[in-house]
């Protein structure tokens, strides 16, 4: 069963930078495509970006690209999210997952079957 703990979350200023990690424990991240959400106070848990095993596929919304990239150390079963650039409206907890079955390219919540318990990040104007 693999178990997801994030970190690296606080509170930053306006254009200010973060750079959130999820490391895996408890099983292998194996050729399991690795995402980041986030969830605001009232609103749905919003898809952040999404990184394929091997590290050659990503996507991100619009709302972030240019300012967040995803990457991973297979070796230390960890994920990142570096934040750049950082808005307000980015304020939200932040929480890693693992797709729910190795080799799949998950498109929707669903299709992650791991997930941690989230790292508060908040901006401040």
Same mark, same amino acid.
């Given at each position: 069963? /693999? ?24 099983? =292998?991240?194996?050729?399991?495509? %690795?995402?980041? *959400?986030?969830?605001? @106070? ?5 898809? /952040? ?18 300012? *967040?990239?995803? =990457? ?10 570096? %934040?750049? =650039?950082?808005? @307000? ?9 693992? =797709?729910?079955? @190795?080799?799949?390219? @998950? ?13 508060? /990040?908040?901006?401040?104007?």
């Amino acid at each position: 069963q /693999v178990q997801l703990v994030e970190s690296g979350g606080g509170l930053v200023q306006t254009g200010g930078s973060l750079r959130l990690s999820c490391v895996a424990s408890g099983g =292998s991240l194996s050729r399991r495509a %690795m995402g980041w *959400f986030r969830q605001a @106070p009232g609103k749905e848990r919003e898809f /952040v970006a999404v990184l394929s095993w091997g590290g050659s596929t990503t996507d991100y919304p619009d709302s972030v690209k240019g300012r *967040f990239t995803i =990457s991973r150390d297979n070796a230390k079963n960890t994920v990142y999210l570096q %934040m750049n =650039s950082l808005k @307000p409206e980015d304020t939200a907890i932040y929480y890693c997952a693992a =797709s729910r079955y @190795p080799s799949t390219w @998950p498109t929707q919540k669903d299709d992650y079957g791991y997930w941690g318990q989230g790292t508060q /990040v908040t901006v401040s104007s």
